[in-house]
């Protein structure tokens, strides 16, 4: 199991998503997971704040998350929830018709794991959808000078994947107290596609100078 980084941070965390630069994260969500019936899982599920989005559009929704003080405030929103490590999710093969990850992907050690066990619990045409920060605009080394209607500088250093705490990009937020594991673009798709799943779509969000998020939706043949 992963380093539960966040233990200690829960509330602290929890207002800091309250920033208005996360306002339209949850229109995103419910409309690229789509409806349905059958199980979503929220994986790395965090405080919860996207649970009764899911449950929203029908699903029958389970948070797994591996701090125990994310699910600490996580219980306060939903009941079905699991503590475990994303990359080895206790979960029986081929039993969720969802698998959805928010904000996610730079607290992974490694997302090759993760998209293999997401590919192992989806059922067949089940849907895995990802929404992350953009890996070439935002990190610890790329950052908007100016606001996000500023420029956007890249610095040496993209192609270095180790977890880092200090950077161009890193600032005094959540990244700065939890460290941050960037993913260049072409590592994050290829590992994708390796694990056998079909990506179908590819977004590019935000309304500034240059999109902040990266959503990819991607099908279990």
């Given at each position: 199991m992963v380093d539960a980084r966040y233990d200690g941070?829960?509330?602290?965390?929890?207002?800091?998503?309250?920033?208005?630069?996360?306002?339209?994260?949850?229109e995103h969500v419910y409309r690229l997971v789509g409806s349905g019936t059958g199980l979503c899982i929220d994986a790395g599920c965090g405080t919860g704040i996207h649970l009764g989005i899911l449950a929203s559009r029908g699903?029958?929704?389970?948070?797994?998350?591996?701090s125990t003080d994310q699910l600490r405030l996580a219980s306060r929103r939903w009941r079905s929830l699991v503590q475990g490590d994303v990359g080895r999710m206790p979960f029986s093969d081929a039993c969720a018709s969802r698998v959805v990850s928010v904000l996610t992907l730079t607290d992974f050690d490694d997302v090759d794991p993760f998209f293999h066990e997401a590919k192992r619990i989806l059922s067949p045409d089940g849907l895995l959808v990802v929404i992350s920060i953009h890996p070439c605009f935002v990190g610890p080394f790329a950052k908007m000078e100016g606001g996000p209607d500023g420029?956007?500088?890249?610095?040496?250093?993209y192609w270095t994947t180790d977890r880092v705490f200090e950077g161009p990009g890193i600032g005094s937020g959540v990244r700065s107290r939890v460290g941050v594991r960037h993913v260049p673009?072409?590592?994050l798709l290829n590992k994708l596609l390796a694990s056998g799943l079909q990506l179908e779509r590819v977004e590019e969000l935000g309304e500034g100078t240059v999109?902040?998020?990266?959503?990819?939706?991607?099908?279990?043949?």
């Open positions: 941070l829960a509330e602290w965390y929890d207002d800091y998503l309250k920033q208005p630069l996360y306002d339209d994260v949850p699903w029958t929704v389970v948070g797994i998350d591996v420029v956007a500088m890249v610095y040496p250093g673009l072409s590592e999109p902040w998020l990266l959503a990819l939706r991607a099908r279990k043949p």
